[in-house]
T-cell receptor, first 117, second 119 residues
Framework: AQKITQTQPGMFVQEKEAVTLDCTYD???????LFWYKQPSSGEMIFLIY??????QNATEGRYSLNFQKARKSANLVISASQLGDSAMYFC?????FGGGYNKLIFGAGTRLAVHP | DTGVSQDPRHKITKRGQNVTFRCDPI?????LYWYRQTLGQGPEFLTY????????KSRLLSDRFSAERPKGSFSTLEIQRTEQGDSAMYLC?????????????????FGSGTQLSVL
């Protein structure tokens, strides 16, 4: 069975500094997709970044980058130049199954990030 | 796009009562998902619709839960004879082929959820 583990319940970072949120995963599939979503206090989950298992380059989206280490089964999110608005819950997720069809996601327990001025 | 809309935002009910939640996906999104999120946990998949067809139901969805998507537009999630263990945030998400990522992966667009408290 697939599983996502986020071992950091909470993280603190100073504004303008970089922060890494950890995510490890377990799957027997050869092809899989990894996602990071942000959940502000308003509740909606916001898509941040995606990494495919066959992608040779680490994914980047603006201030977000994904440190993908396939052999270690880790997909850590790096947020550069943290802003106060980055304070939120962050969830790592994996798509169950692969190929065509719908995207059923398995989520980790999340990491609460607090950005201090 | 106006985003995924969920109603109500909060619902407080007494144990044993029935409740119904509504989700309006982004227009033209043919895929719709329901997830449940309990305190301190990530969301868990409940069910999936492609247009009006319900294609998968999680074993988390007991017989007391029913979801519909008539005409393939909005969706409702009903919980009958609510129990305290049903207290959670119920999240709706939608997606379409326009938001496809590589290898058939998709961005999901989530609503703000309905927070259910069963007393």
């Amino acid at each position: 069975a697939q599983k996502i583990t986020q071992t950091q319940p909470g993280m603190f970072v100073q504004e303008k500094e970089a922060v890494t949120l950890d995510c490890t995963y377990d799957t027997s599939d050869q092809s899989y997709g990894l996602f990071w979503y942000k959940q502000p206090s308003s509740g909606e989950m916001i898509f941040l970044i995606y990494q495919g298992s066959y992608d040779e380059q680490n994914a980047t989206e603006g201030r977000y980058s994904l440190n993908f280490q396939k052999a270690r089964k880790s997909a850590n999110l790096v947020i550069s130049a943290s802003q106060l608005g980055d304070s939120a819950m962050y969830f790592c997720a994996m798509r169950e199954g692969f190929g065509g069809g719908y995207n059923k996601l398995i989520f980790g327990a999340g990491t609460r990030l607090a950005v201090h001025p | 796009d106006t985003g995924v809309s969920q109603d109500p935002r909060h619902k407080i009910t007494k144990r044993g009562q029935n409740v119904t939640f509504r989700c309006d996906p982004i227009s033209e999104h043919n895929r719709l998902y329901w997830y449940r999120q309990t305190l301190g946990q990530g969301p868990e998949f409940l069910t999936y619709f492609q247009n009006e067809a319900q294609l998968e139901k999680s074993r988390l969805l007991s017989d007391r839960f029913s979801a519909e998507r008539p005409k393939g537009s909005f969706s409702t999630l009903e919980i009958q004879r609510t129990e305290q263990g049903d207290s959670a945030m119920y999240l709706c998400a939608s997606s379409s082929r326009r938001d496809t990522l590589p290898r058939y992966n998709e961005k999901l667009f989530f609503g703000s959820g309905t927070q259910l408290s069963v007393l």
